[in-house]
Nanobody, 124 residues
Framework: QVQLVESGGGSVQAGGSLRLSCAASGNILNINTMAWYRQAPGEQRELVAS???????TYTDSVKGRFTISRDNAKNTAYLQINSLKPEDTAVYYCNAMIIATNHEGFVTPFDSWGQGTRVTVSS
């Protein structure tokens, strides 16, 4: 029905950069807020950044000035540019989106969708 697929994770040294992508697919009518979460080993999942359909962004304090969230509504894709990476940024990064789509019966349905995650590892 709807699917989110993340990409762009990898292993980098401290100070490096990565660009994560999150592509939504399915019978999509509209995507409201898109967000990036992360979960470090042994930790709870935390909200990193979010962006509304109108482009309003929010960031958790620890990433302000280093992370930039953006989206391309025409491509149903969100991005997370991560600069000045630190070892404490090591985590699995998940995309989340509130998607309005038609289900298999053709009914308009809201989907709180999650991707499978992409791993970011930062070495010192």
């Amino acid at each position: 029905q709807v699917q989110l697929v993340e990409s762009g994770g990898g292993s980098v040294q401290a100070g490096g950069s990565l660009r994560l992508s999150c592509a939504a697919s399915g019978n999509i009518l509209n995507i409201n807020t898109m967000a990036w979460y992360r979960q470090a080993p042994g930790e709870q999942r935390e909200l990193v950044a979010s962006i509304t359909s109108g482009g309003t962004t929010t960031y958790t304090d620890s990433v302000k000035g280093r992370f930039t969230i953006s989206r391309d509504n025409a491509k149903n894709t969100a991005y997370l540019q991560i600069n000045s990476l630190k070892p404490e940024d090591t985590a699995v990064y998940y995309c989340n989106a509130m998607i309005i789509a038609t289900n298999h019966e053709g009914f308009v349905t809201p989907f709180d969708s999650w991707g499978q995650g992409t791993r970011v590892t930062v070495s010192s």
